[in-house]
Nanobody, 111 residues
């Protein structure tokens, strides 16, 4: 059974870079995706990474967020830089091919 578990969230000062990795155990995945959902807003796609490490990003995170993977560890990472309070959200990892979602990790950006 596909299981996705996110970690690495928490309280972050504006401009600080947390690192919330999404760890996927079990089968080998195809494309993996990161999403987020801020309070009162719809969930939004941040970016994708394929098994060949090709990445695509939403325009609003280009240059600030980077998705990478360690296939040997079944782990996908989301590096976030230059965070602002508007980045406060629950961050989710998703395996589109299987429809699996993690439970998310809360990132709060506040001084």
């Amino acid at each position: 059974q596909v299981q996705l578990v996110e970690s690495g969230g928490g309280l972050v000062r504006p401009g600080g870079p947390p690192r919330p990795p999404c760890a996927a155990s079990g089968r080998v995945f195809d494309t993996m995706a990161w999403h987020r959902q801020a309070p009162g807003l719809q969930r939004e796609l941040l970016g994708l990474i394929t098994v060949r490490d090709r990445t695509t990003y939403a325009d609003f995170v280009k240059g600030r967020f980077t998705i990478s993977s360690d296939n040997a560890k079944n782990t996908v990472y989301l590096q976030m830089n230059n965070l602002t309070p508007e980045d406060t959200a629950v961050y989710y990892c998703n395996a589109p091919a299987s429809g699996a979602w993690g439970k998310g990790t809360q990132v709060t950006v506040s001084a």
